[in-house]
C-alpha cells in the first residue's frame, strides 16, 4: 500500500530536549495531520494542517506544511517522558479518493 | 463529545472463522473509515462509509467487507480468517468525506 516517507523512524533523547521529524512525499497534499498512538491504543490527533506554509502550535509541539505540499515536519521542544510513543503524519490526496495516506511512523523514546 | 468507540477491544479467533467488529463515530460524524495497523505494513487503509454507502476502498482482498448504519454505526466483517489477518483495527470518524479523522481505540485481532 501507499505510504509516506517519515523520519527519523526511531529516537533515543534527553528529557530537555527538542525533537524534530518530518514527512515527505513524491505527491501533493491538501492536508497534513499529526497523531500520536501509545501501546495498544489508537492514534489520537495533535495537529492538522490546512494550508501551504502553515505553522501551527499545540502547547509544546509545533507543525508545519512545507509550501510545496509535498512535506511536513513536527517539532516538539523541551521533551518530557510522556512524550514516548510513535508519531504517524497523514497526508490527504488532492483527488480522486481523497483518502489519507499515513507516514511509516517515528518512534520516540525519552530518557529521563 | 464522546470519542469514536469500538468494540470488542481484543478478539481471538482461529483460521477459518469469520469475524464482526463495531464502531460507533462521535457524535455529529457522519463518515467512518476503517484501517489494519501491522508493524510490518503500517497503517493500510481498508474502506471509508458516508450515509450508508462506501465510498472509498482500499487494496484489500473481498473477504474484508464493512457496512454503515442510518445512525452512521459501522461494522466491519471479515470472512474466513488467515493468519495473516492478525493486527490492530483501527476506525476513525469525520464529519463528512475527506474531513480530519478521529480514531478509536481499536480492536486487537489475533488469529490462531
Known amino acids: 500500500g501507499q505510504q509516506l516517507n517519515q523520519s527519523p523512524q526511531s529516537m533515543f533523547i534527553q528529557e530537555g530536549e527538542d525533537v524534530s521529524m518530518n514527512c515527505t512525499s513524491s505527491?501533493?497534499?491538501?492536508?497534513w495531520l499529526w497523531y500520536k498512538q501509545d501501546p495498544g491504543e489508537g492514534p489520537v490527533l495533535l495537529i492538522a494542517?490546512?494550508?501551504?506554509?502553515e505553522l501551527t502550535s499545540n502547547g509544546r509541539l509545533t507543525a508545519q506544511f512545507g509550501i510545496t505540499r509535498k512535506d511536513s515536519f513536527l517539532n516538539i521542544s523541551a521533551s518530557i517522558p510522556s512524550d514516548v510513543g510513535i508519531y504517524f503524519c497523514?497526508?490527504?490526496?488532492?483527488?480522486?479518493?481523497?483518502?489519507?495516506?499515513f507516514g511509516t511512523g517515528t518512534r520516540l523514546k525519552v530518557l529521563a | 463529545k464522546a470519542g469514536v468507540t469500538q468494540t470488542p477491544r481484543y478478539l481471538i479467533k482461529t483460521r477459518g472463522q469469520q469475524v464482526t467488529l463495531s464502531c460507533s463515530p462521535i457524535?455529529?460524524?457522519?463518515?467512518v473509515s476503517w484501517y489494519q495497523q501491522t508493524p510490518g505494513q503500517g497503517l493500510q487503509f481498508l474502506f471509508e462509509?458516508?450515509?450508508?454507502?462506501?465510498?472509498n476502498k482500499g487494496n484489500f482482498p473481498g473477504r474484508f467487507s464493512g457496512r454503515q448504519f442510518s445512525n452512521s454505526r459501522s461494522e466491519m466483517n471479515v470472512s474466513t480468517l488467515e493468519l495473516g489477518d492478525s493486527a490492530l483495527y483501527l476506525c476513525?470518524?469525520?464529519?463528512?468525506?475527506?474531513?480530519?479523522?478521529?480514531f478509536g481505540p481499536g480492536t486487537r485481532l489475533t488469529v490462531l
Open positions: 457524535s455529529g460524524h457522519r463518515s
Open positions: 494542517l490546512y494550508k501551504a506554509g
Open positions: 476513525a470518524s469525520s464529519e463528512l468525506v475527506a474531513d480530519t479523522q478521529y
Open positions: 505527491s501533493i497534499f491538501n492536508t
Open positions: 462509509y458516508f450515509s450508508e454507502t462506501q465510498r
Open positions: 497523514a497526508g490527504q490526496l488532492t483527488s480522486g479518493t481523497y483518502k489519507y495516506i
